[in-house]
Protein backbone atom coordinates (compact mmCIF):
# COMPACT_ATOMS: atom_id res chain seq x y z
CA UNK A 1 0.00 0.00 0.00
CA UNK A 2 1.13 3.09 -1.32
CA UNK A 3 1.77 6.19 1.99
CA UNK A 4 -0.20 8.44 0.27
CA UNK A 5 -3.45 5.68 0.28
CA UNK A 6 -2.27 5.03 3.58
CA UNK A 7 -2.72 8.17 5.05
CA UNK A 8 -5.91 8.69 3.22
CA UNK A 9 -7.53 5.60 4.41
CA UNK A 10 -6.35 6.02 8.36
CA UNK A 11 -8.05 9.88 7.86
CA UNK A 12 -11.08 8.44 6.53
CA UNK A 13 -11.36 6.17 9.35
CA UNK A 14 -10.48 9.19 12.06
CA UNK A 15 -13.04 11.17 10.67
CA UNK A 16 -15.61 8.49 10.28
CA UNK A 17 -15.19 7.38 14.07
CA UNK A 18 -15.56 11.01 15.51
CA UNK A 19 -18.53 11.29 13.23
CA UNK A 20 -20.66 8.44 14.95
CA UNK A 21 -19.05 8.67 18.38
CA UNK A 22 -21.05 11.78 18.23
CA UNK A 23 -18.87 14.08 18.01
CA UNK A 24 -18.29 16.86 15.09
CA UNK A 25 -14.59 18.05 13.66
CA UNK A 26 -16.45 21.92 14.10
CA UNK A 27 -16.30 21.04 17.89
CA UNK A 28 -19.91 21.20 18.11
CA UNK A 29 -22.08 17.65 19.28
CA UNK A 30 -24.31 15.88 16.70
CA UNK A 31 -26.45 16.24 18.75
CA UNK A 32 -29.63 18.73 19.01
CA UNK A 33 -31.79 20.19 21.67
CA UNK A 34 -35.06 22.01 20.27
CA UNK A 35 -37.04 21.71 23.89
CA UNK A 36 -36.64 25.89 24.38
CA UNK A 37 -40.51 26.00 22.81
CA UNK A 38 -41.54 23.06 24.89
CA UNK A 39 -43.96 23.13 28.13
CA UNK A 40 -41.13 21.05 29.52
CA UNK A 41 -37.73 22.14 28.62
CA UNK A 42 -34.91 19.71 29.19
CA UNK A 43 -31.09 19.55 28.98
CA UNK A 44 -29.14 17.09 26.94
CA UNK A 45 -26.32 16.09 29.11
CA UNK A 46 -24.54 13.22 27.39
CA UNK A 47 -26.39 9.90 27.41
CA UNK A 48 -28.84 11.08 29.54
CA UNK A 49 -31.87 14.19 29.47
CA UNK A 50 -32.83 16.11 32.47
CA UNK A 51 -36.52 17.22 32.91
CA UNK A 52 -36.89 19.98 35.69
CA UNK A 53 -39.19 18.91 38.30
CA UNK A 54 -39.35 15.18 36.91
CA UNK A 55 -36.07 13.86 36.71
CA UNK A 56 -35.17 12.28 40.11
CA UNK A 57 -31.41 12.64 41.44
CA UNK A 58 -30.88 9.19 41.41
CA UNK A 59 -31.76 8.91 37.43
CA UNK A 60 -27.86 10.23 37.42
CA UNK A 61 -26.33 7.18 38.69
CA UNK A 62 -28.76 5.04 35.93
CA UNK A 63 -27.02 6.88 34.18
CA UNK A 64 -23.30 6.36 35.01
CA UNK A 65 -22.53 10.22 37.37
CA UNK A 66 -21.72 10.09 40.28
CA UNK A 67 -22.38 12.16 43.46
CA UNK A 68 -21.73 11.71 47.18
CA UNK A 69 -24.36 12.74 49.98
CA UNK A 70 -22.17 10.67 52.72
CA UNK A 71 -20.53 14.33 54.32
CA UNK A 72 -23.49 16.20 53.67
CA UNK A 73 -24.40 17.95 57.08
CA UNK A 74 -28.63 18.13 57.90
CA UNK A 75 -31.20 15.77 57.38
CA UNK A 76 -31.66 13.08 54.80
CA UNK A 77 -34.87 13.44 53.74
CA UNK A 78 -37.32 16.52 52.44
CA UNK A 79 -40.54 16.92 53.66
CA UNK A 80 -43.83 17.07 51.17
CA UNK A 81 -43.33 20.72 49.05
CA UNK A 82 -39.78 21.08 50.50
CA UNK A 83 -36.68 22.13 48.65
CA UNK A 84 -33.18 23.15 49.31
CA UNK A 85 -30.96 25.84 47.62
CA UNK A 86 -28.01 23.22 48.68
CA UNK A 87 -25.69 22.21 44.99
CA UNK A 88 -25.28 18.74 44.58
CA UNK A 89 -22.31 18.02 42.11
CA UNK A 90 -22.75 15.81 39.47
CA UNK A 91 -19.30 14.11 38.48
CA UNK A 92 -17.91 12.26 35.62
CA UNK A 93 -15.07 10.34 37.09
CA UNK A 94 -13.21 12.90 38.87
CA UNK A 95 -14.76 15.47 37.04
CA UNK A 96 -17.79 18.27 38.17
CA UNK A 97 -20.21 18.02 34.83
CA UNK A 98 -23.09 19.95 36.77
CA UNK A 99 -24.81 20.49 40.05
CA UNK A 100 -28.39 20.27 41.15
CA UNK A 101 -30.54 21.42 43.81
CA UNK A 102 -33.75 19.15 44.85
CA UNK A 103 -37.24 19.35 45.89
CA UNK A 104 -40.10 16.80 47.23
CA UNK A 105 -43.18 17.23 45.11
CA UNK A 106 -43.35 13.60 43.80
CA UNK A 107 -45.12 12.34 47.61
CA UNK A 108 -46.96 13.77 50.54
CA UNK A 109 -44.31 12.00 52.74
CA UNK A 110 -40.82 12.69 53.26
CA UNK A 111 -37.90 11.24 50.30
CA UNK A 112 -34.46 10.74 50.52
CA UNK A 113 -32.52 12.65 48.97
CA UNK A 114 -31.95 10.14 45.71
CA UNK A 115 -35.57 10.04 45.23
CA UNK A 116 -36.31 14.31 45.26
CA UNK A 117 -36.49 15.38 41.49
CA UNK A 118 -34.53 18.52 40.12
CA UNK A 119 -35.00 21.82 40.13
CA UNK A 120 -32.44 23.59 39.32
CA UNK A 121 -29.58 22.88 37.37
CA UNK A 122 -26.30 24.44 36.81
CA UNK A 123 -23.66 24.30 34.66
CA UNK A 124 -19.92 25.73 33.75
CA UNK A 125 -18.54 25.82 30.46
CA UNK A 126 -14.82 25.90 31.82
CA UNK A 127 -11.92 23.84 30.11
CA UNK A 128 -11.94 20.83 32.11
CA UNK A 129 -16.01 20.00 31.76
CA UNK A 130 -17.66 18.02 30.12
CA UNK A 131 -18.59 19.15 26.52
CA UNK A 132 -21.19 16.83 25.91
CA UNK A 133 -24.21 19.58 27.51
CA UNK A 134 -26.86 21.10 25.47
CA UNK A 135 -29.29 23.04 26.99
CA UNK A 136 -32.59 24.17 25.35
CA UNK A 137 -32.55 25.74 21.62
CA UNK A 138 -28.84 23.85 20.93
CA UNK A 139 -27.26 26.40 23.01
CA UNK A 140 -23.61 24.36 24.10
CA UNK A 141 -20.32 25.38 24.57
CA UNK A 142 -19.07 28.13 22.18
CA UNK A 143 -22.33 29.35 22.19
CA UNK A 144 -22.37 33.50 22.52
CA UNK A 145 -24.84 36.31 23.64
CA UNK A 146 -26.32 36.48 20.46
CA UNK A 147 -26.99 32.63 19.99
CA UNK A 148 -28.64 32.66 23.82
CA UNK A 149 -30.49 36.17 22.33
CA UNK A 150 -31.96 34.34 19.24
CA UNK A 151 -33.80 31.52 21.40
CA UNK A 152 -34.69 33.35 24.68
CA UNK A 153 -35.30 36.80 23.29
CA UNK A 154 -33.87 40.19 25.28
CA UNK A 155 -32.71 40.05 28.46
CA UNK A 156 -34.29 41.15 31.32
CA UNK A 157 -31.64 42.14 33.81
CA UNK A 158 -27.71 42.46 32.92
CA UNK A 159 -24.61 42.91 35.16
CA UNK A 160 -20.93 43.21 34.27
CA UNK A 161 -18.10 42.54 36.47
CA UNK A 162 -14.50 42.17 34.92
CA UNK A 163 -14.96 39.87 32.15
CA UNK A 164 -17.93 38.57 32.69
CA UNK A 165 -21.33 39.66 31.44
CA UNK A 166 -24.03 38.35 33.27
CA UNK A 167 -28.02 37.88 32.09
CA UNK A 168 -31.14 36.94 33.31
CA UNK A 169 -33.67 35.47 30.79
CA UNK A 170 -37.58 34.52 31.95
CA UNK A 171 -39.55 32.24 29.78
CA UNK A 172 -42.70 30.84 32.31
CA UNK A 173 -41.85 28.81 34.20
CA UNK A 174 -38.25 28.56 33.44
CA UNK A 175 -35.53 31.32 34.92
CA UNK A 176 -32.21 31.45 33.03
CA UNK A 177 -29.23 33.00 34.00
CA UNK A 178 -26.79 33.01 31.72
CA UNK A 179 -22.63 34.07 32.47
CA UNK A 180 -20.51 35.41 29.39
CA UNK A 181 -16.95 35.54 28.95
CA UNK A 182 -16.54 38.77 27.42
CA UNK A 183 -12.25 38.20 26.58
CA UNK A 184 -14.00 35.36 24.00
CA UNK A 185 -16.53 36.78 21.87
CA UNK A 186 -18.98 36.90 24.67
CA UNK A 187 -18.84 32.62 24.91
CA UNK A 188 -21.09 31.36 27.14
CA UNK A 189 -19.13 30.17 30.73
CA UNK A 190 -21.68 29.18 32.77
CA UNK A 191 -25.70 28.54 32.87
CA UNK A 192 -28.20 28.45 35.57
CA UNK A 193 -31.81 27.31 34.67
CA UNK A 194 -34.54 27.30 37.90
CA UNK A 195 -37.99 26.00 37.22
CA UNK A 196 -40.77 28.47 39.21
CA UNK A 197 -41.96 25.81 41.93
CA UNK A 198 -45.13 27.75 42.67
CA UNK A 199 -46.27 26.54 39.08
CA UNK A 200 -45.73 23.08 40.02
CA UNK A 201 -49.18 21.39 40.22
CA UNK A 202 -49.21 18.95 43.50
CA UNK A 203 -48.33 22.00 45.65
CA UNK A 204 -49.56 25.54 46.64
CA UNK A 205 -46.90 26.35 48.58
CA UNK A 206 -43.12 25.75 49.15
CA UNK A 207 -41.02 25.68 51.65
CA UNK A 208 -36.99 26.13 52.03
CA UNK A 209 -34.94 23.46 54.04
CA UNK A 210 -31.80 25.65 54.64
CA UNK A 211 -29.02 24.40 56.00
Known amino acids: MKKSTLIFFITFLLIFSLIHSGCSTSGKINKTNDSAKDKNVKVVLGKMTVELAKTKLSDFKKAGYTFDLSNRAGPKQLKVAEYTLENIPIKNGESEVCSVGVANNLSDKGLDFDDCVIWTINITYNEESI ?81
Open 131 to 211: TDVILPGNIQKGSTLKDVKKVYGKEQYVETADSLIQCLFSKDPYIYIFTFNSKKPNQIYSCSIDINLNKIKNHKKWNLRAY
